[in-house]
């Protein structure tokens, strides 16, 4: 007989499971390891930052920049527009009589100057109506001398009474009516002459002739519309632009006072410079559509740079600023502060300096306020410091005190 108790041969029984209080413990034990765990990483993600020892530097990593220094300098104070270059002078040559083309004496594209030969018009008929005019002239002037001597004799016969004071008069006014015939012939002879000139058709103006628009040997009058070519004024040349009316005042106080204001032209993308020049004139009314005043300057364009109906930026000299604080305008930026600076300390960390900014030219701007002539701010790397933020300037430069850049111009 098995004397084993109860509870041991439950123990053996196959399937049997554990009491109670064993799974109870072994699932503490479990709770226990998960949480030693989790204690030991947030102790890790949030131990402190070791401490340098006392004297030595801290090991914060320096974020490398650029810097620039502050100078007090010159600026000019420039309005920067679009423009279309025109000439001073666009003629249309057109025949001023009727007849054949018998000689087209310009080359396509060519430079003229004023009086030189473009074409040539048939001579013959206003040559022979000259001829016309001047037998008629002369057969005129004969009556005309032959009435002055019989008035002549009528004078001495009227003293006497020898003829009637009426016959006297007649031929008086027979006189005059050849007079006015022999004017009348000598105006047909002008006339004549004139025709024979304007067949020989010369330039009005110095220029650049363009395409031919009649081919030699075509009947042209003076009611041809097209012509028989264009002649362009290059040199000089005028450039056509607008301003803001609120800039119209500025522009008006320095002509006021005779000054002479400077207009430089760039090409479409603003970087290349194609002449210098002044300022010409300027119209008499603003455009209330738009709010702007038309101006037009005026270049020598003696290397043929600006070309007519050609779009160009044209820069415009109005004042200049001296000694004033410059800075590069790569040192600008704008955020919560308004426009500022990364001012760099003398530990080398950088603050953020509000500014107020005066005129810019090109890469330099002014400064208003809050900055002065020696101070070093960040140029390059810039978007990458904080306030505080420690910096290894990398490459340090003045500010120019003056320079001729490129204006940054819109295109148009």
């Known amino acids: ?19 109670k209080r064993v799974r109870h413990r072994a699932r503490a034990g479990v709770i226990g390891v998960l949480v030693a765990i989790g204690a030991a990483t947030w102790w890790y993600l949030n131990r402190p930052a070791p401490q340098a020892p006392a004297g030595r530097p801290s090991t914060a990593i320096a974020i490398p920049v650029g810097a ?9 104070i ?23 083309l018998t000689q087209v004496a310009f080359t396509e594209g060519q430079i003229v100057k004023q009086g030189d ?28 001398a032959d009435a002055r001597l019989d008035l002549a004799r009528f004078q001495l016969l009227a003293k006497t009474n020898a003829i009637p004071k009426q016959q006297l008069d007649t031929q008086d006014a027979l006189v005059k009516q050849d007079e006015g015939i022999v004017k009348s012939d000598q105006a047909m002879i002008g006339t004549a002459k004139l025709n024979i000139a304007y067949c020989h058709i010369v330039a009005p103006v110095n220029g650049r002739v363009g395409l031919r628009l009649v ?35 500025q522009i008006l106080k320095r002509l006021h006072v005779n000054a002479k204001l400077t207009a430089t032209a760039y090409d479409r993308s603003g970087n290349t410079k194609l002449a210098t020049g002044s300022l010409l004139t300027l119209d008499n009314q603003i455009d209330v559509t738009t709010g702007t005043l038309k101006l037009k300057a005026q270049f020598a364009n003696d290397d043929e740079s600006l070309f007519p109906n050609q779009f160009v930026n044209i820069r415009l000299l109005v004042d200049a600023l001296h000694d004033t604080t410059v800075v590069p305008t790569s040192a600008i930026q704008r955020g919560a502060p308004g426009t500022f600076v990364y001012l760099i300390k ?33 140029v390059d790397g810039a978007d990458r410091l ?3 933020a420690k910096v290894d300037v990398r490459n340090s430069a003045s500010a120019p005190a003056s320079g001729s850049a490129a204006p940054n111009l819109p295109g148009p």
């Open 78 to 100: 420039t309005l920067d527009e679009l423009g279309t270059v025109t000439s001073l002078a666009t003629v249309t040559i057109r025949s001023q009589i009727s007849g054949y």
């Open 346 to 378: 003398p530990d080398l960390t950088v603050t953020a300096q509000p500014v107020t900014l005066g005129p810019a030219n090109g890469d330099r701007v002014s400064i208003a306020s809050g900055l002065a002539p020696g101070d070093r701010v960040v």
């Open 1 to 19: 007989m098995d004397t084993r108790t109860i509870e041991d041969r439950q123990e053996t029984l196959p399937g049997r499971q554990r009491p």
């Open 117 to 144: 030969l473009l074409a040539q018009i048939d001579s013959r008929p206003y040559e022979l109506a000259l001829s016309q005019a001047e037998g008629q002239l002369a057969r005129d002037q004969a009556l005309l």
């Open 68 to 76: 620039a220094t502050a100078q007090k300098g010159d600026i000019d």
């Open 386 to 388: 904080r306030e505080g």
């Open 215 to 249: 081919d030699q040997g075509n009947y042209v009058t003076p009611t041809d519309a097209s012509g028989i070519v264009v002649i362009t004024q290059l040199q000089p040349i005028t450039v056509v632009f607008t301003v803001p009316e609120d800039n119209v005042p």
